[in-house]
């Protein structure tokens, strides 16, 4: 800042010295100042499932996170070092603390922090945040009937508003739906898209409230683009929601051949062993009154050597400027 009015005084009485109308100068002196105006404050929202990230084992998950993995996770999030950090498979409240001392110690400090239980009794949603909370609506009762029975959203919702300056809130929605995983009791793709459904109800309730809310819907929605049920998340018409689609920061910007796809840039988030395969399941979609706010170059899916130590999932970051456009 110093430079810069340096450099304003200096060139103010160069352009004195030249034969310039008065609205020229202005013209001029404001083109220095632009970049300084328009810039806002910015803030960093991610999502990333930690992969079973607990403290001792359950009855249907025996293994706790080995030292190894729980570095290599926080070395993931300080790469990205976000303001907002959305965490699913996360065990207890205690291994959420655990995960807050520790990035605390490592320089990231995450005062306020939410911890959803649902249904599954091992693994849940939390939120670590270095703004306030200012409200907190955890959806760990959800359940639906299919074919005559009733079921509950294993993992619920994470439902929080998150205050970031005096003049910029947002709602963040956080889901971690029905993996792929046959059950006996009903048809696993059929469970998912009921319980992206019931997510898809928060959404509309927030935004016929507020068609310009600033809403952030994320999570682990273990399906493609392309499916049903996260076709049920984005929704159709004015309230249709915005994938930020993170990508990799390897250099990849040309477009695709075929202009009905996307950018052929790599934005796998998962990686299955039984298939051998890599896929996008993680998201993060924006309400259109958030994405006004988008920086989309600041938007990608971390790429970092060995990132398997620490889940089988890569986050995904975006960021915004903390301003209402």
């Not at 328009?38 to 992969?51: C, D, L, P, Q, S």
Request: hydrophobic letters at 40%; glycine letters at 4%; a neutral charge.
């Amino acid at each position: 800042m110093q430079e810069l009015c340096f450099d304003l005084i200096s060139r103010t009485a160069y352009y004195r010295t030249m034969n310039l109308t008065r609205q020229l100068r202005l013209m001029a002196i404001f083109a220095l100042l632009s970049p300084v105006l328009v810039r806002a404050e910015t803030f960093r929202i991610a999502e990333y499932n930690v992969e079973n990230y607990l403290d001792q084992p359950t009855e249907t998950r025996r293994f706790v996170k080995s030292d190894a993995a729980k570095a290599k996770i926080r070395e993931s999030i300080r790469a990205m070092k976000p303001d907002v950090l959305a965490l699913e498979e996360m065990g207890s409240t205690n291994a959420l603390l655990e995960l807050r001392a520790s990035l605390k110690t490592e320089g990231l400090d995450f005062p306020y922090w939410e911890h959803v239980s649902g249904f599954d009794t091992s693994i849940h949603l939390a939120v670590l945040s270095r703004f306030p909370i200012i409200a907190r609506r955890p959806r760990t009762n959800e359940n639906f009937l299919l074919d005559g029975r009733r079921f509950s959203v294993s993992r619920g919702f994470l439902d929080v508003d998150i205050q970031v300056n005096t003049n910029y809130s947002f709602t963040l929605l956080g889901a971690h739906l029905k993996s792929k995983r046959p059950v006996p009791e009903g048809d696993e793709a059929e469970l998912r898209l009921q319980e992206a459904r019931l997510l898809r109800e928060k959404v509309d309730a927030i935004l016929k409230a507020n068609a310009n809310a600033n809403l952030v819907v994320l999570g682990d929605f273990n399906n493609t683009k392309d499916s049903p049920s996260t076709k049920a998340i984005v929704g159709t018409g004015k309230f249709k929601l915005v994938d930020t689609r993170p990508a990799e920061r390897n250099g990849d910007d040309a477009p695709n051949h075929n202009p009905r796809f996307s950018p052929m840039n790599v934005t796998w988030t998962y990686y299955y062993g039984v298939e051998d395969s890599y896929s996008r399941i993680d998201y993060i979609l924006l309400s259109s009154g958030m994405a006004r706010e988008w920086v989309k170059s600041e938007t990608y899916v971390l790429a970092l050597p060995n990132w398997g130590m620490g889940s089988d999932h890569r986050p995904i970051v975006a960021a915004f400027e903390a301003t209402d456009r």
